[in-house]
């Protein structure tokens, strides 16, 4: 079976003894392997399975635990996302779990059947159905000779108890991925008792909420999120047990969301192992929330000095820095260098033109020379083999290459000679009208009044073009007038500026309402109360006037308004004399008022130009500012201590039963019988484990909960397990490399004679 990991494979895995065992630390979030009796597990990586397709092939390919992202560009992942064995703390999907075990078992360098002892572990209270499926998977598929189930915190309480941190007696509590547990341990006599009392207890009735289990008979209940076993003489007490459905993986969820929410924009940022990355580095338990919360809301400084900052990729924009001198230089002189090579090219390329003219010109010089020596009646066959159809059109060729050969040359123009060639040209161009009409002919007429039209059209052009020069060079001039008196005085000039376009807009407003009314008052009524005949101006009222003459002309009888061509020179008199107002240009009045307002925009910022009325003042258009160094941050504030505050409220994400301080006065109350010697020395021995008790405050905080829910006086010591994350299989380890380790197992002849029933008798006892 392919696999896809960078985990090395073990090469010794035939040098071990088959007496030797495998100890399996089968968690919800990690996967550990390795032999009895090693300080560390062999193999580590994540307790899931992706099963993608490859884009090209269309291969099927297993990938395992931890992986290289740039590999998955090659598969297709949308249709097979990351899968766990697990629900909440429980195996259920056994054909995960064969993945799982397949490559864990390749990672260890194993080829053929396992003929080792195999340690795995469990949860508290494991339903006997997933236990049986477990043992089915590992005796017929794998050929294990023996197994033995054991608690992960019973294992970790253990280890920690040998190594001084804990007492005999006490109380686990471990935060994990799914779920948080609670054990304590009785002494053997009672011990043998409660286990027949757990033989008879159903799965539902461990599972049920704490909230309700707590009201009645001491039961086995559930509240996922910690296992909290009791202690008693080393051995845990699973009737005082409590679980509730929160931990590491609910904490890592909220986080993630509250997140996205705060920064829509960098969603493909919070993937799940930066977010998991995030909440192991800066989260932490408050000892107080609500005081937490009030300081990043009352004190500004204190917490920004609590918050953290993720800074995102960024790549400054470029600054627009001055060049240097030696940079200034150093472009002038590859300009220099690049002007000199373009105008050598330019003077090749114009010595080249010229030489082509140059040769062009004595070409058609000598032809006209011997245009003169051939004789009249040649003439025609001469310019025949010339290409040319008289002579003076071979001297037009001449003048215009040596009109270009002078351009070429950069001799001034002679403008006397341009001027009697400009005439010239006209006079050829227009060479009828000067002739009187009795002397053409028809064709002739015809074409005299062609060119009387050109002529006057090409007058009109040059008239309105000179028009324009003028114009432009008196707008020009006041131009520069005003330019002056600015500068002479920009105060003053800014205020004449202002009274102006105040008198214009003033009276502009004055024709508008003129033209609007048509040139009555209307003191009486209101704007908007106008009726149509005031709206009317003079010519509107003038065309009114004409089409009402011409209804009252026609009578009452039948309309037949339009079937005479005289009703038609109505219309054209309408649209002659009066033109339709909508469409006219704007007076001087409004192109001035214009000018002044774009001139006082521009020397005024503080300037607002007057609306038109009718109109309202336009959207403004929302300026894209460049994106900075803040804006690729991601900022931790109340999110540290918020996200795991649901590990003691787990009803903040819809969870209604108890969080981590109350599970331990649960578990105390479901004890089989009351001794306050037995509860005090309970709690004076509490052992935090598990991966989410890595996080800071969470021993100070529990203290803090647990001696609210106990009696004054009550001892109470909680602490923290030398590592949280590894001791479970390290404690696994050392029990099974034990020799009365066999001892515990069971082999594959007891499970094919005894059955299922058999494995819901079976109980480890942790003390050998």
Known sequence: MPFISSIQRQTDFNLFDSNTPIVIDNGASYFRIGWAGEPEPRVIFRNIVQRPRHKVTGETVTIVG???????????????????????????????????????????????????????????????????????????????????????VAFSYKYNQQQGICAKDGLALCPGFNTTHVIPILLDLVLSVLSLTLIFTPWSILSMPCSFVAHSKPRVSRVSLAFIPCFVDGEPVYEGCCRTNVGGFHVTNHLKQLLSLKYPYHLTRFTWEKVEDLKMEHCYIASNYASEASLFQKEPEQAEAKSRCWQLPWVPPPTDEPPSEEEIARKAAIKEKQGQRLREMAEAKRSSKINELENELHGLEFLLHQLEQVDESEVLSFLSETGYVNRQEIESARNKVMQSLRKAKGEPKNEQAETEKDDLGTSEKYSLINIPDDMLTEEQLNEKKKQLSLKSMADGRQRLKQKRYEEELERERKQQLEEEKRLENPDLYLEQLHAKYKD?????????????????????????????????????????????????????????????????????????????????????????????????????????????????????????????????????????????????????????????????????????????????????????????????????RLEAGIRMIRPCGSPIKIVRALDPVMDAWRGAATFASDSQFHMQTFNRQDYYEKGEDWLRRYQLRYTL
């Open 66 to 152: 931890d992986h290289d992202p740039a590999l998955l560009k090659y598969f297709d992942c949308t249709r097979s996302g990351p899968r766990s064995a697990f629900d909440n703390n429980v195996v259920y999907q056994f054909e995960t779990m064969e993945y799982i075990l397949d490559f864990g078992f390749d990672r260890m360098g194993a080829t053929t059947e396992i003929d080792h002892p195999v340690l795995i572990t469990e949860c508290v209270c494991n339903p006997v159905q997933s236990r049986s499926k477990m043992a089915e998977l590992l005796f017929e598929t794998y050929g294990v000779p023996s197994i033995a189930f054991g608690v992960d």
């Open 504 to 700: 214009l807009s003033e009276r502009v407003d004055q024709q508008k309402r003129l033209k609007t009314n048509g040139g009555h008052s209307n003191t009486n009524n209101v704007s908007g109360g106008i009726g149509r005949g005031e709206r009317l101006n003079a010519a509107q009222r003038e065309r009114m006037r004409l089409l009402t003459t011409a209804a009252f002309d026609r009578g009452k009888g039948e309309d037949t308004f339009g079937a005479r061509d005289e009703d038609w020179q109505l219309y054209k008199l309408m649209s002659k004399d009066y033109g339709n107002d909508d469409d006219e240009e704007p007076d001087e009045d409004e192109t001035e008022l214009a000018r002044i307002s774009s001139r006082l925009q521009d020397l005024d910022p503080t300037f607002i130009p007057k609306l038109e009325a009718g109109t309202s003042q336009p959207a403004e258009v929302p300026r894209m500012r460049p994106l900075t160094k803040e804006d690729f941050q991601i900022v931790l504030g109340v999110e540290r201590f918020r996200c795991p505050e649901i590990l003691f409220n787990p009803n903040w994400i819809g969870v209604d039963q108890v969080g981590l301080d109350e599970m331990t006065g649960v578990s105390i109350r479901r004890l089989p019988y009351k001794d306050e010697s037995l509860e005090q020395r309970l709690t004076s021995s509490i052992l935090v484990t598990g991966g989410s008790s890595l996080f800071p405050g969470i021993v100070e």
